[in-house]
T-cell receptor, first 113, second 112 residues
Framework: DTEVTQTPKHLVMGMTNKKSLKCEQH?????MYWYKQKAKKPPELMFV???????INESVPSRFSPECPNSSLLNLHLHALQPEDSALYLC????????????FGPGTRLTVL | RKEVEQDPGPFNVPEGATVAFNCTYS??????FFWYRQDCRKEPKLLMS???SGNEDGRFTAQLNRASQYISLLIRDSKLSDSATYLC?????????????FGTGTLLAVQP
């Protein structure tokens, strides 16, 4: 199984809502990542979890709050987002944070109204 | 200078053509290099890793020139299904962390 799954596929939320994005992998990978991708731009790294601990936060605003409940799951909690946060949010995983081949999930397309 | 630079294209080529993409990177400490492909509104998918000795996978050949900080991807006998954006990806920190930097991508359109 080389699959990273993400739910939901699409999400529309208002600026006062609280929502969560979910990511799951069953490849035994110990590093997981959140990326943000705007239209016609490359993915930009947001967070890295290594062995369930946050190892990198790329100065992401606190309205994005990541969580890693266990080695297979990664969540991204969203609160008080802005319309400019609308984007494709991609989860990825790799064997460890020293193994460089990252495998991406299909993403959640987020629209903030 | 951008950390990873690619020609955005588009490259419009007929089926069966050979097409080459180039990419340059700025961090000489970078140790790992990849090509990903991304279809419209889909996630990036790993196409191949790039090694110093060069590597080939079917119709795809990747080359790395560390001295010039240059990576290439050659696609032979292009198929319609090769139409996608090709992302050049470089590990930023020389192996210290797994921070990948993506180029802006090169759009390939293979025409029938």
């Amino acid at each position: 199984d080389t699959e990273v799954t993400q739910t939901p596929k699409h999400l529309v939320m208002g600026m006062t809502n609280k929502k969560s994005l979910k990511c799951e992998q069953h490849m035994g990978h110990r590093a997981m990542y959140w990326y943000k991708q705007k239209a016609k731009k490359p993915p930009e790294l947001m967070f890295v979890y290594s062995y369930e601990k946050l190892s990198i936060n790329e100065s992401v605003p606190s309205r994005f709050s990541p969580e890693c409940p266990n080695s297979s799951l990664l969540n991204l909690h969203l609160h008080a987002l802005q319309p400019e946060d609308s984007a494709l949010y991609l989860c990825a995983s790799s064997q460890t944070d020293r193994e460089y081949e990252q495998f991406f999930g299909p993403g959640t397309r987020l629209t903030v109204l | 200078r951008k950390e990873v630079e690619q020609d955005p294209g588009p490259f419009n080529v007929p089926e069966g053509a050979t097409v080459a993409f180039n990419c340059t990177y700025s961090n000489s400490a970078s140790q790992s290099f990849f090509w990903y492909r991304q279809d419209c509104r889909k996630e990036p998918k790993l196409l191949m890793s790039v090694y110093s000795s060069g590597n080939e996978d079917g119709r795809f050949t990747a080359q790395l020139n560390r001295a010039s900080q240059y990576i290439s991807l050659l696609i032979r006998d292009s198929k319609l299904s090769d139409s996608a954006t090709y992302l050049c990806v470089v590990n930023q920190d020389g192996g210290a962390t797994n921070k990948l930097i993506f180029g802006t991508g090169t759009l390939l359109a293979v025409q029938p």
